[in-house]
């Protein structure tokens, strides 16, 4: 069959299509909501409408066939309309509370998740990984799968005192807010890169590989025509692999992840803030990563037994303080924990008034 | 200056550039103005006009995009050669 | 289309357990296609060796286009023929992601007819992500989709496709229409999505209010968030019902960062002067309280991950802007930020990094932006500072005009 005529520059569609009627009649009209549990919510607009909406786990790497099931049951209970979170999730919007439960139930025996709603954990924010990306020093849809299987609790029933926001990333280059969550991993590499002269020389260009370079680690190497790098000064950031393919920076043997807490990106109560380095090393354990997602559990509970209702992890770290913080996670601090790249100005303590 | 003699002067600054300078669109435009003194949204009209029909291209490498003179390969995984 | 049947020992642990799994998703995909078969043998070894195959991204793409298309090889394509050509499509979501079942059923028609069966709903940037095809079937699917009315989103040097909050769709607390925005801005700057010409990628996501569920300010270089000017309505029958479920002291306003609160027990008071708009009032009392007055955003600008040196969070640019349609005001801004950029930024240069490098003012002045403290979170500490000379000849003329008066004015 012949194929239709390209047109460029036709831009998405128009979002108003696919609205659900409800929505285009209460549009910019809502009153409230009420997270009724962790499943589903209820919007009610000014004109009384209610709006139900039941949140769906998603792997996000979704099969089409997956997709297609979904959109049957958007076709049986939703007059055809569902929409997508940022995190990934799912969500049957369903004007007719009488058809809530039938939902419900119809999900449930299909094997969808329900939960994710108020103060628990919803999905990861995560990235490609191994599944689809060259620079990933782990993989990222493993990880989350492991994650979640293991806090499975936090997303369907169990409470805390607010939203933890988890995210993977599998570089440094954390494509994703990951730098902003409440408990992040993400990929390291832990050793100086190695470098392919012979095919440096055609492949790469000289100043945009040393320009790559936050620590100022690379210099020319004028009798390779090539580079070289300074293993003093190397932080192994991989950001001159990204420009350059002849350097090599995977190393399945000391790649790992490192755990970061306390980002948040909402204004609530305090300022949007960077998640902070608590656990510098944990090795790549495929398929199921024990140790990182034991260390991932073990700081949920210990938020969970400490914090005040309403604090997220970083409100309730800054509240605490950071020595109170390893105290009671046991977690052993080091000198990777100490910034020696450019915020020590800001981080260091420069009073004597800390907690023992 | 005629487009078609304006497209010739932009193929051969980007000759010039293969496989020393990777050039970005912004690169070519000011090249050509400042070289030729013609208007920039000129050069940007004629250098749009040989992207469409891929006298030239956009690639992309280390992160960032650049524009250059198509391998044969494109060409014809385009059908522009057989 | 029986192909190799992969033995996934690794892998197959990630099909148990209550989360639904990814792997079901690539088996469910990969009895049908021999991409997606051979994707799954393809991860399985990288679980296997604790190492990635994928080459750095290739030169691929739809005429005339340089973004939307992620070139995709595999280092061991002759082990795994299916994922040699592993490319990503980037289909431009529509604002909010809502869709109709009938759109996406025809998406997966399509894609499953061209690529992997695989995707993406979404990727991070707010992209429907079409996970995994052949070169030559580029140029297919993107007349396919184009025909039908979606276009590619961004990639590379280039406006990355622009994403937002589900905002008036289904949310009280919206301060704009920022599924409108969104939509407009994309339609307004397609030249800008889909080819490369800018120093590096340049993200705008929309969040109708502080509570950024689009996380704006961590990872968009223009973040749009969307603020008020007057006080926060209160109803105080409200509030009476909440108080019979919730310690309105303990929860709201002993958690106020500003103090600008008080309960009695029987009226809920704000002194709205004192107030910073930070939402958690209104979040946990939403039947209670509501912002009113003057509705619009703050536009913040810079953040982006840690790569080169180091993460950043948005900066105050614009503390209020009004934003209603066709949005004059912000698209000429946004033209003058992109000048400005293209002027000072170096290749792989983000705005923020360029900000940081050539300096506030000197971006500040270029989009005609007066300084105002609602950009800092304090003034410098150290008096190391440039003066033009056009400063020191303003600051002589206000002295003479104090030595006139007789007044100062600081």
Same mark, same amino acid.
């Given at each position: 069959m012949a194929l239709p005529q390209r047109k460029t520059d036709v831009g998405p569609p128009h979002y108003k299509?696919? /609205?659900?009627? !409800?929505?285009?009649?209460?549009?910019?009209?809502?009153?409230?909501? +009420?997270v009724i549990?962790?499943?589903?919510?209820?919007?009610?607009? +000014?004109?009384?409408?209610?709006?139900?909406?039941?949140?769906?786990?998603?792997?996000?790497?979704?099969?089409?066939?997956?997709?297609?099931?979904?959109?049957?049951?958007?076709?049986?209970?939703?007059?055809g309309y569902l929409r997508y979170t940022t995190r990934n999730n799912v969500e049957f919007l369903v004007s007719d509370e009488k058809k809530l439960e039938p939902l419900k139930k119809e999900l449930t025996a299909k094997g969808f998740k329900m939960g994710g709603i108020g103060y628990g954990i919803t999905n990861v924010v995560h990235t490609q990984g191994w599944v689809h990306c060259h620079g990933a020093c782990t993989d990222a849809s493993g990880l989350v799968k492991a994650m979640m299987d293991e806090l499975y609790e936090y997303f369907d029933s169990k409470r805390l005192p607010n939203k933890v926001r988890l995210a993977v990333a599998c570089c440094v280059n954390m494509c994703g807010a990951v730098h902003c969550s409440d408990i992040a991993v993400v990929a390291v590499h832990t050793k100086v890169p190695e470098i392919n002269h012979e095919t440096f020389k055609n492949m790469c260009e000289l100043p945009t590989v040393i320009g790559s370079c936050p620590t100022r680690a690379i210099s020319?190497?004028?009798?390779?025509?090539?580079?070289?790098? #300074? +293993?003093?000064?190397?932080?192994?950031?991989?950001?001159?692999?990204?420009?350059?393919?002849? !350097?090599?920076?995977?190393?399945?043997?000391?790649d790992g992840v490192a755990i970061v807490v306390g980002g948040k990106i909402n204004s609530l109560r305090s300022n949007p803030k960077f998640s902070k380095l608590v656990i510098p090393y944990i090795s790549n354990e495929p398929p199921r990563w024990p140790k990182a997602v034991a260390a991932i559990k073990h700081i949920v509970e210990v938020y969970a037994k400490n914090a005040k209702k309403n604090e997220r992890v970083g409100e309730w770290i800054e509240r605490i303080g950071w020595e109170k913080f390893f105290k009671l996670t046991g977690i052993e601090f080091t000198f990777q924990s100490i910034d020696d790249f450019t915020f020590m100005r800001d981080t260091m303590r420069t009073a004597s008034t800390f907690k023992w | 200056m005629e487009i078609e003699e304006l497209k010739t002067k932009i193929y051969a600054f980007c000759e010039a550039a293969k496989g020393k300078k990777k050039l970005k669109e912004k690169d070519i435009i000011?090249?050509?103005?400042?070289?030729?003194?013609?208007p920039g949204d000129e050069v940007k009209k004629a250098l749009r006009a040989m992207i469409d029909v891929g006298k030239l291209m956009y690639s992309y490498g280390g992160g960032a995009s650049s524009v250059e003179i198509p391998s044969e390969e494109y060409l014809r995984e385009k059908g522009l050669i057989k | 289309m029986a192909g190799k049947k992969y033995n996934t020992p690794l892998i197959d642990d990630l099909e148990k357990g209550p989360w639904p799994s990814f792997v079901t998703e690539m088996k469910k995909a990969a009895k049908n296609n021999e991409m997606a078969n051979d994707a799954l043998g393809h991860l399985e070894k990288c679980y296997t060796t604790r190492k990635g195959y994928w080459k750095h991204g290739g030169i691929v793409g739809v005429l005339g286009y340089g973004g939307g298309v992620i070139g995709?090889?595999?280092? !061991?394509?002759? +082990?795994?023929?299916?994922?040699?050509?592993?490319?990503?499509?980037r289909i431009n979501q529509p604002s909010g992601f809502f869709y109709t079942s009938k759109a996406l059923k025809e998406i997966c028609d399509i894609w499953d007819?061209?690529?992997?069966?695989?995707?993406?709903?979404?990727?991070?940037?707010?992209?429907?992500? /079409?996970?995994?095809?052949?070169?030559?079937? /580029?140029?297919? !699917?993107?007349?396919?989709?184009?025909?039908?009315?979606?276009? /590619?989103?961004?990639?590379?040097?280039?406006?990355?496709?622009?994403?937002c909050c589900v905002g008036p769709g289904?949310?009280?607390?919206?301060?704009?229409?920022t599924l409108d925005l969104t939509y407009n801005l994309t339609q307004e700057f397609q030249d800008e999505l889909h080819r490369p010409t800018f120093s590096y990628k340049f993200k705008i996501k929309a969040s109708g209010c502080a509570c950024d569920c689009v996380a704006a300010i961590a990872r968009a270089d223009l973040s749009i968030i969307g603020t008020w000017k007057g006080p926060i309505k209160i109803d105080q029958k409200e509030v009476q019902n909440y108080a019979k479920t919730m310690?309105?002291?303990?929860?709201?306003?002993?958690?106020?960062?500003?103090?600008?609160?008080?309960?009695?027990?029987?009226?809920?008071?704000? #002194?709205?002067?004192?107030?910073?708009?930070?939402?958690?009032c209104i979040t946990r009392m939403t039947k209670a309280l509501s912002p009113s007055g003057e509705r619009g955003a703050t536009l913040c600008m810079g953040s982006k991950a840690p790569i080169v040196v180091g993460s950043l969070l948005s900066w105050v640019i614009v503390p209020f802007i009004k934003l209603e349609a066709p949005y004059t005001e912000l698209k000429d801004l946004i033209r003058k930020i992109w000048d400005w950029w293209d002027e000072n930024g170096k290749p792989r240069e983000r705005i923020g990094e360029v900000i940081e490098i050539k300096g506030m003012r000197s971006f500040l002045e270029a989009i005609g932006v007066a300084p105002q403290p609602q950009q800092i979170k304090e003034p410098r500490k150290d008096p190391f500072m440039f003066y033009t000379d056009a400063d020191m000849v303003k600051f002589k003329a206000k002295e003479a005009e104090e030595k006139k008066t007789g007044k100062y004015n600081f």
């Open positions: 299509q696919f /609205l659900p009627p !409800i929505v285009q009649k209460n549009y910019g009209k809502w009153k409230y909501h +009420e549990n962790p499943t589903t919510m209820v919007h009610v607009a +000014e004109s009384g409408d209610k709006l139900w909406t039941v949140r769906v786990a998603s792997p996000r790497i979704l099969a089409t066939d997956t997709i297609r099931e979904q959109c049957d049951i958007a076709e049986k209970y939703c007059d020319p190497d004028p009798a390779k025509k090539s580079i070289k790098i #300074n +293993e003093q000064k190397c932080m192994y950031c991989g950001n001159c692999f990204t420009v350059c393919p002849p !350097i090599s920076i995977k190393n399945p043997e000391y | 000011k090249g050509l103005s400042e070289a030729e003194g013609i | 995709r090889y595999s280092e !061991i394509g002759d +082990e795994f023929p299916g994922v040699a050509h592993f490319h990503t499509v007819k061209y690529g992997s069966g695989l995707t993406n709903v979404h990727g991070s940037t707010g992209d429907l992500v /079409l996970l995994g095809t052949k070169t030559e079937a /580029l140029e297919p !699917i993107f007349a396919e989709y184009s025909s039908r009315g979606w276009d /590619l989103g961004g990639s590379g040097s280039a406006l990355r496709t622009p994403s289904r949310c009280e607390w919206t301060n704009y229409d310690d309105i002291n303990a929860e709201v306003v002993g958690m106020c960062p500003t103090q600008c609160m008080s309960y009695d027990g029987k009226e809920l008071q704000i #002194n709205n002067a004192e107030c910073n708009r930070c939402m958690h």
